[in-house]
Structure formats: structure tokens, C-alpha cells
């Protein structure tokens, strides 16, 4: 396993285009494409291209990332068609661990949105 690409990860091979997906954005450091199992509406998932498993296993290294990603998920989510102001918004979750029901061991943020009732939650 390398620091940057884990052999084994779905998620790595969506971000090397191995597994195709349907990309919502993409920037140097960063991939978000639709959940393949939406629980919503809206439900895309933005990825580091970076591999670590989740935040148990971020570091300071990624703190601007991090910050990076919840800031644009704001204008991604709108651009996916979740609604604007209080009575519109949107979900963001990240699952870690077996604890944190988390299934991809690729750190993801799950943005989550569009009008209620959603399949889960
Ligand atoms: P977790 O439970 O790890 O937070 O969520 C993993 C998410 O990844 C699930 O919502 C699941 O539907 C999604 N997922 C798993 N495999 C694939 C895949 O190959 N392509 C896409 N687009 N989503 C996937
Ligand atoms: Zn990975």
C-alpha cells in the first residue's frame, strides 16, 4: 500500500477511473460522484484523491482539505438540485469505523439533500 493509493480500494479506482462513476466535481486533491445506493434525492459523495481511511486516520496534513471540502459542499449540493435557504439544505455525514457503520474504507463526506421523505434516515 502506498501513501497516496490503497490496491484494493473501490474508491481509488473510481478516482483512476478503474470503476467508472458519475462525477459531480473533481479538482487536484479532491473527487465527488454520485453514491451508487442513494439514500435521498440527492446523495453524492466527495472523496480526497489521497488515500486514508478515515478521520481516525487524518492528519494535519489534511486539515486545509478537509476544511476545502465542506466548503464547497455547499455550492455542489445546490448545483445537484438540493434547495436553497431553511426550508430547503441538505445533509453532510461521515461514517468511521464499525462503529460509525462505515462500509468504504476510503474516507468519504456523504452530502445528502432534495425533498423528504428519503429511502433511509
Ligand atoms: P459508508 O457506509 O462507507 O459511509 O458508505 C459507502 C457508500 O458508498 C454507500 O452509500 C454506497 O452506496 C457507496 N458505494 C459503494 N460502492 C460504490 C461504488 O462502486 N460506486 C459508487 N458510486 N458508490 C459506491
Ligand atoms: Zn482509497
Not at 476545502?68 to 426550508?87: N, V, W
Request: hydrophobic share 35%; charged share 20%.
Amino acid at each position: 500500500m502506498s501513501q497516496n493509493h490503497s490496491e484494493n480500494c473501490i474508491f481509488c479506482k473510481i478516482v483512476a477511473g478503474q470503476i467508472p462513476s458519475k462525477k459531480v466535481y473533481e479538482d487536484e486533491e479532491m473527487y465527488a460522484f454520485h453514491d451508487i445506493n442513494p439514500s435521498a434525492p440527492v446523495h453524492f459523495l466527495m472523496i480526497p484523491k489521497r488515500h486514508f481511511a478515515n478521520l481516525m486516520d487524518a492528519s494535519s496534513a489534511d486539515e486545509a482539505l478537509l476544511g476545502r471540502m465542506m466548503a464547497i459542499a455547499p455550492r455542489l449540493a445546490s448545483e445537484q438540485g438540493c434547495r436553497p435557504g431553511d426550508t430547503g439544505g441538505f445533509r453532510v455525514m461521515v461514517n468511521n469505523g464499525v462503529d460509525g457503520g462505515q462500509e468504504v474504507y476510503h474516507l468519504h463526506i456523504h452530502v445528502m439533500g432534495g425533498p423528504r421523505p428519503w429511502n433511509k434516515n
